[in-house]
């Protein structure tokens, strides 16, 4: 079994920074591509970036400049650094990876979700 957990999420004022950290554990014998998603009150959830293993990466138009994902591959740990916070911003963030278990084919794996707020 796989679990992905997050760390990382608050409060902070607009314009602030935060670091989210999610962790892979369990019965991994790879992981392709890692993301984080974002889900606010009342909207679908969204796409907030994406790594492949390689160190490819690929962002919401909203978030490019301002946010910075990263990843390290020895640790199962993905990162996501948010610079300029905005209101906006406010939502729960979600890791989630793409990985080798020892099924027959790549699983996807949700970690719970971690709370950012900001405030105006």
């Known amino acids: 079994q796989v679990h992905l957990v997050e760390s990382g999420g608050g409060l902070v004022q607009a314009r602030g920074s935060l670091r989210l950290i999610c962790t892979a554990s369990g019965r991994i014998f790879s992981i392709d591509t890692m993301a984080w998603y974002r889900q606010a009150p009342g909207k679908q959830r969204e796409l907030v970036a994406s790594?492949?293993?390689?160190?490819?990466?690929n962002y919401a138009d909203s978030m490019k400049g301002r946010f910075t994902i990263s990843r390290d591959n020895a640790k199962n740990t993905v990162y996501l650094q948010m610079n300029s916070l905005k209101p906006e911003d406010t939502a729960v963030y979600s890791c989630n990876a793409r990985l080798h278990d020892g099924l027959r084919y790549p699983s996807y794996y949700w970690g719970q979700g971690t709370q950012v707020t900001v405030s105006s």
């Open positions: 790594i492949t293993a390689s160190g490819s990466t």
